[in-house]
């Protein structure tokens, strides 16, 4: 396993992990390009962000309204492409980046089988964005978890769609609203076809 992750706090907590062999931390963010970029860090601090878009919506959503968002740090910013350059294609990636999913899929050229990237309902508009990065094909399969637990038993997720469908599809769900009003937030999985 290779964990990239920029908040100082949450790298510690991966690095404390025993046995360390199969399990590299790269105290880094990812995005489109190798650079630099600034992380907008929240108090609840394991809530984290590069996307000022996101944070300006995250900023009105009720569960995050009363959260301090001040403090920001400098992190280095690797590409996916880069990782898979230097540790082989994993078979699957998670993506899990408040908002900078866009920017994450634009540094890889290509899919390992699986890939999963979370999404909020009130940045879905991202999600469009996101399906029509060039790391995806026409061949492609998507589906979606809904994630949200407010005021429900914790469950097994299970998928929302009853088939594997195109990101155009997927893309439509998005557009019409179908998926949004199951939950605040979820997974959008993708099965790539080699």
């Known amino acids: 396993v290779v964990a990239v992750e920029p908040n100082p706090d949450c790298a510690r907590t991966l690095e404390q992990i025993r046995p360390r ?57 690797l590409t996916l492409d880069g990782l898979i350059a230097e540790y082989g294609t994993p078979q699957f990636i998670k993506i899990d980046v408040e908002g900078y999913e866009q920017a994450v899929l634009s540094g890889l050229s290509g899919l390992p089988k699986y890939l999963s990237f979370e999404y909020h309902r009130y940045f879905a508009t991202a999600v469009i964005a996101c399906i029509r990065e060039k790391c995806f094909s026409a061949d492609d399969e998507f589906n979606v978890i809904i994630d949200d637990q407010v005021d429900r038993k914790p469950q097994l997720p299970k998928f929302v769609l009853d088939r594997w469908v195109t990101g155009e599809e997927v893309g439509r769900q998005f557009e019409t609203g179908s998926i949004l009003g199951m939950g605040s937030y979820g997974e959008i999985f993708v099965r790539h076809k080699a």
Request: charged fraction near 25%.
């Open 21 to 77: 062999r199969r399990l590299t931390v790269k105290r880094a963010a990812l995005g489109s390009s190798q650079s630099e970029g600034t992380l907008h860090v929240c108090d609840q601090n394991t809530l984290s962000t590069l996307s000022s878009e996101w944070l300006d919506t995250a900023k009105r959503m009720p569960e995050f309204a009363s959260k301090d968002w001040s403090q920001s740090i400098k992190v280095p910013i």
